[in-house]
């Protein structure tokens, strides 16, 4: 069974995200210990890029942020490899496309599973070029995870099929940011995709309350919180470590 498996073993997981080097690397390692620590079942690192195209404003800064420290890909692979010194918890990269194919597609793979990472988000890759990226994901052992939209009900069981590691379901149509009300039909494309896949299936984009997380937990098997928990980061900077774990607490503690 693999880590992300197991995140998912002990009833809803909570899945958090952080862009790697924001504010800084130290604080960045110190965030991942807490952030597990307050309860959550899996971590996403974002590499910082110049060109995120799906997120919103939030991570964008936060991207920018970790780019003018001087924050690189090697940089997050050393630091993937010292938070393995401590800790098992289920890490994932997400990255765009150019970051990986700039680096060396064989190399980056390599690199990320020799550092401990379990698997990628690209999300600038369409499913129907996926199985590119995939040949290298395979040999070294990563998981490619894929997204579902609602926009896309049709690709929705061919997507499901062929998905690995967790199905990452968009809630919202648009970048990534915090909403006030979720209102597609998520849980139809969940039914969708549970018909073809036993893949767990992970809500993301824009839940950033307790209350958002319980409901969509309530039929999911897993929430995504991403430009909340980047917020906190962005208002307290290095001190926000206990900020987050407190904040990450309390959303584990609505979906459990």
Same mark, same amino acid.
């Given at each position: 069974?693999?880590?992300?498996?197991?995140? $998912?073993?002990?009833?809803?997981? $909570?899945?958090? $995200?952080?862009?790697?080097?924001?504010?800084?690397l130290?604080?960045?390692?110190?965030?991942?210990y807490a952030i597990e620590e307050a309860g959550a079942d899996l971590i996403e690192i974002g590499i910082p890029f110049s060109d995120p195209i799906a997120e919103g404003v939030v991570i964008q800064e936060a991207d920018e942020r970790a780019m003018k420290n001087g924050t690189t890909t090697d940089d997050l692979f050393a630091l993937v490899k010292k938070v393995r010194q401590n800790t098992q918890i289920p890490l994932v990269f997400m990255t765009y496309y150019n970051p990986v194919f700039s680096y060396g597609r064989d190399k980056f793979m390599q690199n990320a599973a020799e550092?401990?990472?379990?698997?990628?988000?690209?999300?600038d890759v369409p499913f129907e070029e996926s199985e590119e990226v995939r040949t290298y994901t395979k040999q070294y052992g990563l998981e490619l995870i894929n997204m579902i939209a609602p926009t896309s009900i049709e690709r929705t069981k061919m997507i499901a099929e062929k998905s690995e590691g967790f199905l990452y379901c968009v809630s919202s149509l648009g970048v990534t940011g915090v909403r006030s009300e979720i209102n597609t039909n998520i849980a139809n494309l969940i039914k969708d995709a549970k018909e073809v896949t036993d893949v767990p299936c992970a809500i993301g984009f824009g839940i950033s309350t307790p209350q958002q997380a319980k409901e969509m937990a309530s039929f999911s098997d897993g929430v995504i919180v991403g430009s909340a928990i980047v917020r906190i980061i962005a208002e307290h900077g290095k001190d926000a470590v206990p900020f987050v774990k407190e904040y990450v607490k309390s959303m584990k503690d609505a979906i459990r």
């Open positions: 069974m693999t880590r992300i498996h197991k995140a $998912f073993e002990n009833g809803k997981a $909570f899945i958090a $995200f952080l862009t790697g080097g924001d504010p800084d130290e604080t960045t390692e110190q965030l991942i550092a401990g990472i379990d698997g990628l988000i690209i999300p």
